[in-house]
C-alpha cells in the first residue's frame, strides 16, 4: 500500500487521478491512498494568505514560507515520506525514479502555484525537487498528478487484465512497437482511396515470429526517434541482427 500526501492550494484537481482510469480504479481497490493538505487551511490571518509579492521586485508572487512549513509538520506528524517539490529546477523524472518511488511506503508532494515558493521553505523541508519536463507549467499539481499516475500504474495489480507493467516500454530501455486492431484493411471502401493493411504476421497467430516483429519493430523505432536510448542499452546478438534487418528493409538512413 503506497501513500502519497500531496500539499496544494488546488486540492479538487486531484479527482483525476482519485476518480478516474487506472489510478482510480486501483484506489478503490485499496492499492494506495492519498493525503490532501491545503497550505490555506495552515494560515492564521484572517484572509486566510498564502502569498505576497517576490522581494526586490519582478512580476507575479511567491508562496509564504511559513504557512507551508506548519502544513508540512502536519504531513510529517501524520507519518509523511520524503518531501518532494515538484519545479523545472529538479532532476528529470525517468523510470528509475518512478521504480525508487514505487518502492517506498510514503512520499510528499509539494505543489507550488505563481512564482514558486520561498527559497528558505525549500533549504529546510525540501529532501529533492523533480521535474517532469522542461517546459513551464502553472502550477506543481499536473506534475504530482503525473509523478502519481506513473508510480500507481507499477504497483502490483493496478494494471487490468492481467496486464503487467513489467512488460511495457521504458522497461527494457525501447520503445513501443506498432499496435493494430480492426478493421483489417482501413480505411476501408471505395477503391480510390489509399488504404493500410494490418501487418500479415500479426494474423498469423505464430507466436515466435510475433514476438520477433515486434522486437525488431521496437528496436527499430528506437533506433529512428531515440537513438539517444539505444546508446544507453546493450543489444543482445539476436536484437543487434533485427535492428540490421530494420535498417536495410527502412534504406539504412533512418527515415
Ligand atoms: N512548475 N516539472 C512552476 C513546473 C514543473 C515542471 C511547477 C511550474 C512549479 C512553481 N513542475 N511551479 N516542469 O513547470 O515539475
Redesign the pocket.
Known sequence: MIHFDVVTLFPEMFAAVTHSGICGRAMEAGLWSIGLWNPRDFTKDTHRTVDDRPYGGGPGMVMLAPPLERTLDAVKESGGGKVIY???Q?RKLDHEKVMELAGREATTLL???????DERLIERRVDEE???????????EL?AMTVMDAVVRQIPGALGGGQSAAEESFVDGLLDCPQYTRPEVWPEGDGAKVTARVPSILLGGHHENIRRWRLKQALGRTWQRRPDLLAARKLSEDEGKLLEEFRRECGESGK
Open positions: 515538484l519545479s523545472p529538479g505543489c507550488g502555484r505563481y512564482e514558486g515558493v523533480l521535474s517532469i519536463g522542461d517546459y513551464v507549467l502553472s502550477g506543481g506534475a
